[in-house]
């Protein structure tokens, strides 16, 4: 018991510490994103359910690999908060409600928006990828895969899980998270499942390049700081 404790408490304690604290003096002023993005997620799936709202909603948030380049980078932003017709919308309201609200509290509204924005922009540039591959690749899809509307927010929710695993040193959940997708491309090996590893394949390489920018950071500032206090230079 003491064991689990201990893997609990180095493995979530400082997100907790963060939520809690997030929580307790802001409650629901802490995540004004989160509620916007659930607002928004079960307004479209209400108007794209009625006879009068899916066209409107197709036009500003479907995305098709078959569309031009262009239309599809203006329709991505809103096709994540676009749940899936043929999925239960409240998988994708739970989603985004935990997801998202962990990672608002954790890394703040800009840092949230933008590795939401750059996971599900990775699922739809890798969807377009792999079909010009073609179904012999290993990570190509077949030309049928051009019709499937593409939206949600699942690739947004995986990466956005696995670069607040990586901020706060949770590294058995975060790849507990990579691996559960690579398995779900196992079991299931369709367009939604691989754009998954794309969105998870963008942030591992946003987070290695954040990471060296931090240690050239660090390695500058402690250049400095020798020099000022008189220590000798150090030759690489």
Not at 109 to 114: C, D, G, I, S
Not at 141 to 157: M, Y
């Amino acid at each position: 018991m003491n064991t689990v404790r201990a893997f609990a408490r180095r493995e979530w304690g400082p997100l907790y510490t963060t939520l809690r604290t997030a929580l307790v003096a802001e409650k629901w002023r802490a995540i004004p994103l989160t509620l916007v993005a659930v607002c928004l997620t079960a307004l479209f799936q209400a108007v794209q359910n009625q006879s009068w709202g899916y066209d409107p909603v197709r036009v500003i948030g479907f995305v098709r690999a078959e569309d031009p380049l262009w239309l599809a980078l203006v329709r991505t932003p809103l096709s994540l908060f676009v749940p899936a017709l043929d999925l239960p919308v409240w998988g994708a309201l739970a989603q985004v409600l935990l997801v998202f609200a962990i990672a608002e509290i954790a890394l703040g509204r800009a840092r949230t928006l933008v590795i939401a924005y750059i996971s599900t922009l990775a699922g739809t540039m890798y969807a377009r990828i792999g079909i010009a591959l073609g179904p012999d690749s290993l990570f190509g899809l077949p030309a049928s895969d051009a019709r499937i509307v593409d939206t949600g927010p699942s690739a947004a929710v995986v990466g956005l899980a696995v670069y607040v695993c990586w901020r706060y040193r949770a590294r058995f959940t975060g790849v507990l998270v990579i691996v559960a997708m690579i398995v779900e491309i196992l079991i299931k090996n369709n367009l939604a499942g691989k754009e998954h590893l794309a969105a998870i394949t963008a942030v591992l390489v946003l987070i290695a390049v954040e990471a060296l920018w931090q240690r050239r950071r660090r390695r500058q500032c402690f250049l400095r700081t020798g020099s000022r206090s008189g220590a000798p230079p150090i030759h690489s």
